[in-house]
């Protein structure tokens, strides 16, 4: 096999950084390469400058043994590299036919690309209607257009950006399939990804990227979990059940017959029930929109309950969100971009959220911006959080990042439970592993957590109990060593065990 | 009989600069962009048709030419739009408003001398008409059935997605507004030298305005256009067709075409229609970094 697409030495530089150092790789005529790599490793900035949007400083792109410069995504598309990216480019209110025949001049185009769709479409697998308007399209099918553009372009190279992240299992299983199709008939593939097992299940070939240089390049069969995650991290990391055995202390939260209703007044949660103590990790799983939200803001004291008691400490408490958290209530919320901070605020001001008309952020209802100053950098400090200063806007910051300021302006001292839900969703290996050791940290202090995630990993490697919510109805909780993941899996989709 | 044959042709008659400018409204909002200087644009084609056609004074000035340079000047005048919101990305609706300013100040200042002159070589109505509903034809014909069509549309909707694909975004959309402007020069010389031969300040009476709202109401369609506008006309020969018969203040029938805008525009966002707007419309495109 020769090599279809082979970069030498890319260097790309940003202001203060180096996105792409010295990188070189290689692709193979009917091959599947994979590029993994941490948020911000560079991988992104690769795919730019392979797809026309950067031009590299340094090194050469050779395309079949030529030295090419690539000058747009259309001239990238020509000269055969099509790229699939994470978030479709699609016309929502056109039809497949109409986003696909873009481009092309004369009367009709949609009508006279469509049997060349189907025809390419019964080729690879990729089942999709011509004439569907793209808005009525699940995720995987509008990814599946985005392959197909490239394929009727004549790319030979495809780069899959992402792919899966958007994907329900199943539609992942289907694009893998595609994938498998189009190596066989001896297209090369760029899969781009850090979801260790699926990296380990497609791919022939694996390039790891950190910080902007190649640290490894393996081929797939002779690859671990283990080592690609040690590339990537540049560090150990341990796949093994996090939690150890923690003293259980008195109850401290009561959770009795809880109903509520949602947004749309349907009856989202019924009849609820558990007891969480001093030091203990509950993790509740379930497909989401099974209850899961209304527990938490039931409980954040965001919704009313419609009928049901919870008790904190042995008291009611008030349904105000201010005053939970004054009583020890910590949210981690779902959304962590619009819930969870005000995306335009600084990290200073969204460190002080919960607390900046109190001592000693303020005084006598004057904002004190030395305090709130001092407050920041502790708290950056404290958790490590990578933004170049205290006055740069949240939204700029990476998703683990925004989680850390999160974390760090509710777990203050006072926190004695933790509602957190998907905290680690879209994070990389390094931020997970972080958010998790602050959780458990917690608990050794004698913070009890509620987590909510669709991560079974997560869970079972977090959590003391397991309770599974599904339609309203919580199943357990269940001690963790008396569950196995395919009872959870049953409870989720409603199957009696 | 011979009152509703009447009240059909000054409907159509007030319907076709409706149809012209709204046309042109709606291919330039297609591609994304909203102009509201089209009352501007249209007064501005006024005045330059009536001064083309009007020569020396005597009758001579040519009628094609008159058209022609109305068409000119209504581009012209939308190239400052379009220089401001699709090359410096200022807000749409404030260029458009300052445009439509713009333009009802230059041709009363620079229309004073017309005042009052009657034209001699007056043009006749129908051509127009006929011209403006068969172009409504062209125009759906070539949205819904070309090439160019397909990515006027994709701009509109989504810009990143055609210029992805190497296609000049900002092209096109400086292309549709000139369209726009062109054809707001056209209704404007349907009024100075067909429908009313004479030059009188002001003398669009809020057509353009009317126009706009149309597209909103027509769905951006050019083949509901036909009907939109001749019905708006025909309101507007009513207006004209009532006051002193009733006892309503003409004030009140002066005022009708806006009030029915809005009520127009009031059910069209009751069913949904705002719905029908092209997704990027009035949003300025950059290309996004990844």
Known sequence: MSNFLELRNITKRFPGVVANDAVSLEVKAGEVLALLGENGAGKSTLISILYGLYRPEEGQI??????????????????????????????????????????????????????????????????????????????GEKQRVEILRSLLGGARVLIL???????????????????????????????????LEEVLSITDRIVVLRR?????????????????????????????????????????????????????????????SFTLAQGQVLGVAGVAGNGQSELIEVLAGLHPPSSGQVKFEGTDLEPNPAKRFEAGIAHIPEDRIHMGTVPTMTVAENLSLRQYSQAPLSNNGIRDLIALETNAKEKILEYTIATPS???????????????????????ANAKLILAVHPTYGLDIGATDQVHSVLLERTKSGAAVLLVSEDLEELLSLSDQIAILYHGQLKGPFPVTEITREQIGLYMTGGAV | ??????????????????????????????????????????????????????????????????????????????????????????????????????????????????????????????????????????????????GFGLTLRSVGENP??????????????????????????????????????????????????????????????????????????????????????????????????????IVVLALAGARGQQGAAPEALGKPFTRGER
């Open chain 1, 161 to 195: 950006d992402e792919p899966t992240s958007v994907l329900t299992p199943q539609e992942a299983e289907s694009l893998f399939a595609v994938m498998r199709n189009l190596r066989e008939a001896g297209k090369s593939l760029i899969f781009i990804s850090h979801k």
């Open chain 1, 212 to 272: 902007g240089k190649v640290v490894g390049g393996l081929a797939t069969k002779d690859a671990t979990k283990q080592k690609l995650a040690e590339l990537m991290v540049g560090r150990n990391v341990d796949f093994s059940r996090k939690r150890q055995p923690v003293q259980i202390g008195a109850p401290i939260l009561e959770v009795s017959n809880l109903s509520a209703k949602n947004s749309r007044g349907l009856e989202a949660l019924k009849n609820v």
């Open chain 2, 160 to 261: 990143a997605a055609a210029d992805v694909l190497g296609l000049n975004v900002n092209l096109i959309r400086y292309g549709a507004v000139a369209f726009g402007g062109a054809m707001a020069g056209v209704a404007g010389a349907f009024l100075s030298i067909a429908s009313r031969p004479s030059w009188t300040d002001g003398m669009t009476v809020g057509l353009g305005w009317v126009a706009v709202a149309l597209v909103i109401f027509v769905g951006w369609s050019p083949l509901r256009a036909i009907a939109g506008s001749f019905f708006f006309g025909l309101l507007y020969y009513l207006q004209f067709a009532l006051q002193g018969k009733i006892g309503i203040p003409s004030e009140v029938f002066a005022a009708m075409p806006y009030i029915l805008v």
């Open chain 1, 62 to 139: 050779l395309l079949e043994g030529k030295p090419v410069q690539i000058a747009s995504p259309r001239h990238a598309l020509q000269l055969g590299i099509g790229l699939v990216p994470q978030h479709p480019l699609l016309v929502s209110r056109h039809t497949v036919a109409e986003n696909l025949a873009l481009g092309s001049s004369g009367l009709f185009p949609a009508g006279r690309i469509a049997p060349k769709i189907e025809q390419l479409a019964a080729q690879y697998g990729l089942t999709v209607d011509p004439k569907a308007k793209i808005s009525q399209l699940s995720p």
């Open chain 2, 1 to 146: 009989m011979e009152e509703i044959l009447g009240a059909i042709l000054r409907a159509l008659s007030f319907g076709t600069p409706l149809l012209l400018a709204s046309l042109g409204a709606i291919i330039n909002e297609r591609s994304g962009v909203v102009n509201l200087g089209v009352e501007g644009m249209m007064i501005l084609g006024a005045l330059t048709a009536f001064a083309v056609a009007y020569g020396d004074g005597t009758g001579n000035g040519n009628l094609y030419l008159a058209v022609l340079a109305a068409m000119a000047v209504g581009a012209l005048a939308s190239m400052i739009h379009a220089f401001v919101t699709i090359t410096l990305r200022a807000n749409q609706f404030v260029s458009g408003l300052a445009l439509t300013m713009l333009g009802l100040g230059v041709a009363g200042l620079l229309g004073k001398r017309f005042e009052g002159v009657p034209l001699f070589n007056q043009a006749p109505e129908l051509p127009f008409t006929i011209a403006a509903v068969l172009l409504a034809l062209l125009l759906a014909f070539v949205l819904s059935a070309t």
């Open chain 1, 390 to 412: 205290s006055q740069t806007p949240s939204r700029l910051l990476s998703g683990g990042n925004i989680q850390k300021v999160i974390l760090a302006r509710e777990l203050g």
